[in-house]
């Protein structure tokens, strides 16, 4: 079983930034859509980005649009996620995963994703 594995987060205050990385430890996605999603305890696990294979299109929660970045280099196999202007409601576990699908559509419903990580924990003090 295909896992990821995602790393970065910490505790920051309101305000800072956090650089996510989502590693894929020998297996290539360069051909699928990546996704990073969040979830906050008691909360259901939520779209925050969307990347196509070629970098070339990106998509955004509006919670997140014009504060976070997606980006990605196939050459690495990793998917990066800058967090600026954090936010308390930010605070959440952090997941990136594949669509299950090759293709350039981004979907934002996680069910179109698949080969979850264990996430990275994302704490924003007020």
């Known amino acids: 079983q295909v896992q990821l594995v995602e790393s970065g987060g910490g505790l920051v205050q309101t305000g800072g930034s956090l650089r996510l990385s989502c590693a894929a430890p020998g297996r290539t996605f360069s051909r699928y859509v990546m996704g990073w999603f969040r979830q906050a305890p008691g909360r259901e696990r939520e779209f925050v980005a969307g990347?196509?294979?070629?970098?070339?299109?990106?998509l955004y929660a509006d919670s997140v649009k014009g504060r976070f970045t997606i980006s990605r280099d196939n050459a690495k196999n990793t998917v990066y996620l800058q967090t600026n202007s954090l936010k308390p409601e930010d605070t959440a576990v952090y997941y990136c995963?594949?669509?299950?699908?090759?293709?350039?559509?981004?979907?934002?419903?996680?069910?179109?994703?698949?080969?979850w990580g264990q996430g990275t924990q994302v704490t924003v003090s007020s």
């Open positions: 995963a594949p669509k299950r699908t090759i293709g350039t559509v981004i979907k934002t419903n996680r069910d179109a994703y698949d080969y």
């Open positions: 990347i196509t294979p070629t970098g070339a299109v990106t």
